[in-house]
C-alpha cells in the first residue's frame, strides 16, 4: 500500500514538472489551447442536449425533473399561481402523498403527518392517552376492528364491527384511520361523544371519557383445576417478555394446562408474535411464511425457552393481524385446538418508512401465510369449537345522560330489560315499553345497589347495571369454559 502511493506521488510531481516548464517555454500556445479547448467544450455539449438528450440528463437528473411527476408538479403549480387564494403548501404536499395512498385502495397503506407518526409510535411502544380501541377505515367507514382490554372503549361496550359516523358531532365518513385518530384521542379525563352504528341496530351515541392506555398487554389468573388464563391484548414492545413473566408466575401458582386468550386483541408488532409463537411450536417447524412479489421466506421456531403445558387459544371477530400469526402457528405446527369465533382476517404485512420531517408512510410490503401456506386475508381463521358470545353481550350501551322512565317507548329500554333480565331481575315481556312491571324491577335493583329508588333508569343506576352485566359476562365467559374444558382433556391425555 505504501509503496504503490509513492509511485504515485513520483508520477504526479513528474507531469507538474513538465506542464510548469512548457508553459514557461511556450505561453501563447497554451493559451491558444485554453481557447480551443472552451470553443470546443461548448460545441460537444450543444450537440450533446440536442442529440442525446435522453442519455445526458437521463443520468443526471434530479428527482424533482421526474417525467412521471411532470403532470403533478404542473398542477401545484396551476394552483399556486391561480388559485384565488394562497394555498396550504403543507396541506397540498400532504393531500398529494394521501392520495397516492389512497389509490392503492389498501386499508393497511397509510400516510400518516407528524402528529398521527408520533402517536402511532406511542401506541405500539408506550401508554398514550385515549379511548382505547383499534380502528380501521372500511370503504369511506371507520370501524372498530378491536377494543383494547380495560381501556375506556371496552368499559363504555364497543364492540369490534361497531361503525363510527361522526367524533363530537363531525361527520368522519371518508376519513382515513389516522385522521379518525386525532379527533377520538384526546388528554386524560375529558370526553368524546362518537355516534356508533351496531348492525342493523339505529345509531346511537357513546360518550367516553379518555384515560391513559395502559402499557400492561398481558394479564393471567388461574381458574381453577390448575387451568391458568393468560389473556394477551396486543402485540406490543413488551408483550413478550410480559408473557415470561406471567408464565412464571402461574407456574408459581401451579399451573398444569393453560387457556391463552388473544379475543379482541387488534394485533401489532410481527416480530413479538414471532417470539410468542416459538415458545410453543417445536424447533424447526414453521411460524410463518412471508410472501413479497413472488419469493417465499419461511420463518421457523428457533431453539430457546418452550413451554410443555397444554394448551388451548381463543379467538373472535376482534383478533387480527399478529393473533392470527400466533393462531396459524400455533394450530398448524403445534396441533393447539382454537375456541371461539372465527378471526378477523388480516393477512398482510406493513412497514413504516420514516420521512424526514417525522412523518411516516406505512406500506403494505408483504403478505404472510400460515405454516401449511393458507392465506387467511379476508377469511379469518376459523375455530375447531365454535362458541359464541350469549346475546346480552352483543347489547348496545346505555346512555347514562338519558332518562328512561314509565310511560316510554324506545330500543334503548329493550336493552335496558334484556340486561336487567340477564342478570337475574324479573322483567315481564321484553320490549320497548317502560312497563310499571319493569319500574317494580328498576326500583329493586336501586334497592339492592344503594341507589335512590325511584324506579328512573339514568346516571348512576344505568352505570351500575352495565356494570353487573359486565361482570356476568367475564364471570359466565362460555368460550373461556370450553377453552378450559378442551384442555383439561387434553391434560389427561
Avoid: C
Wanted: proline share 4%; charged share 25%; no cysteine.
Amino acid at each position: 500500500m505504501d509503496e504503490q502511493k509513492q509511485s504515485n506521488e513520483e508520477v504526479e510531481s513528474s507531469e507538474i514538472k513538465t506542464a510548469s516548464r512548457y508553459i514557461k517555454m511556450k505561453p501563447i500556445v497554451f493559451l491558444i489551447m485554453i481557447f480551443a479547448l472552451v470553443i470546443g467544450t461548448a460545441a460537444i455539449t450543444m450537440f450533446s442536449l440536442t442529440i442525446g438528450t435522453d442519455k445526458l440528463v437521463g443520468e443526471l437528473k434530479p428527482q424533482s425533473e421526474r417525467a412521471e411527476f411532470s403532470k403533478l408538479y404542473l398542477a401545484y403549480d396551476k394552483l399556486k399561481e391561480e388559485y384565488y387564494k394562497d394555498i396550504d403548501q403543507d396541506a397540498i404536499v400532504n393531500g398529494a402523498i394521501n392520495g397516492m395512498i389512497d389509490a392503492l385502495d389498501d386499508p393497511y397503506s397509510d400516510y400518516m403527518n407528524k402528529e398521527e407518526a408520533s402517536q402511532f409510535n406511542e401506541s405500539i411502544s408506550s401508554s398514550f392517552q385515549g379511548i382505547g380501541a383499534e380502528i380501521q377505515e372500511r370503504d369511506g367507514v371507520i370501524t372498530i376492528v378491536s377494543p383494547i382490554k380495560n381501556s375506556p372503549a371496552e368499559k363504555a361496550g364497543l364492540l369490534p364491527n361497531d361503525k363510527i359516523l361522526s367524533v363530537d358531532g363531525k361527520d368522519i365518513k371518508g376519513f382515513t384511520a389516522s385522521e379518525a385518530v386525532l379527533l377520538i384521542r384526546g388528554k386524560k379525563g375529558t370526553e368524546v361523544n362518537l355516534t356508533v352504528n351496531r348492525g342493523e341496530n339505529a345509531t346511537m351515541d357513546i360518550k367516553i371519557v379518555r384515560d391513559d392506555i395502559p402499557i400492561e398487554t398481558v394479564y393471567a389468573e388461574m381458574v381453577g383445576d390448575n387451568v391458568a388464563h393468560i389473556v394477551i391484548s396486543s402485540f406490543s414492545t413488551n408483550t413478550y417478555d410480559e408473557l415470561l413473566k406471567a408464565i412464571d408466575e402461574m407456574n408459581k401458582q401451579g399451573m398444569k394446562a393453560l387457556v391463552l386468550d388473544v379475543r379482541q386483541n387488534p394485533g401489532g408488532l410481527l416480530n413479538r408474535a414471532i417470539d410468542i409463537s416459538n415458545l410453543f411450536v417445536e424447533d424447526g417447524k414453521p411460524i410463518l411464511q412471508i410472501e413479497d412479489k413472488g419469493s417465499t421466506d419461511v420463518t421457523t421456531a428457533s431453539p430457546g425457552k418452550k413451554l410443555k403445558v397444554p394448551v388451548s387459544l381463543i379467538i373472535d371477530g376482534g383478533s387480527a393481524s399478529a393473533s392470527e400469526i400466533l393462531a396459524g402457528a400455533l394450530s398448524e405446527s403445534a396441533k393447539v385446538p382454537l375456541v371461539g369465533l372465527n378471526s378477523f382476517g388480516k393477512g398482510t404485512v406493513q412497514t413504516v418508512n420514516d420521512l424526514p420531517d417525522g412523518s411516516n408512510i406505512k406500506i403494505t410490503t408483504a403478505k404472510w401465510l400460515t405454516p401449511k401456506g393458507n392465506w387467511i386475508h379476508e377469511k379469518g381463521i376459523a375455530p375447531d369449537y365454535v362458541v359464541d358470545y350469549p346475546s346480552y353481550a352483543m347489547l348496545a350501551p346505555l346512555d347514562p345522560s338519558v332518562i328512561l322512565k314509565e310511560n316510554q317507548s324506545s330500543e334503548a329500554i329493550q336493552n335496558a330489560k334484556e340486561m336487567m333480565k340477564a342478570i337475574g331481575y324479573e322483567v315481564g315481556e321484553v320490549n320497548e315499553n317502560f312497563d310499571a312491571q319493569f319500574a317494580k324491577s328498576v326500583k329493586k335493583f336501586q334497592t339492592d345497589n344503594n341507589i335512590a329508588s325511584t324506579g328512573e333508569l339514568t346516571g348512576e343506576t344505568s352505570f351500575v347495571l352495565m356494570d353487573k352485566l359486565r361482570e356476568k359476562i367475564v364471570k359466565d365467559d362460555p368460550q373461556l369454559q370450553k377453552a378450559k374444558e378442551v384442555v383439561l382433556e387434553l391434560l389427561k391425555k
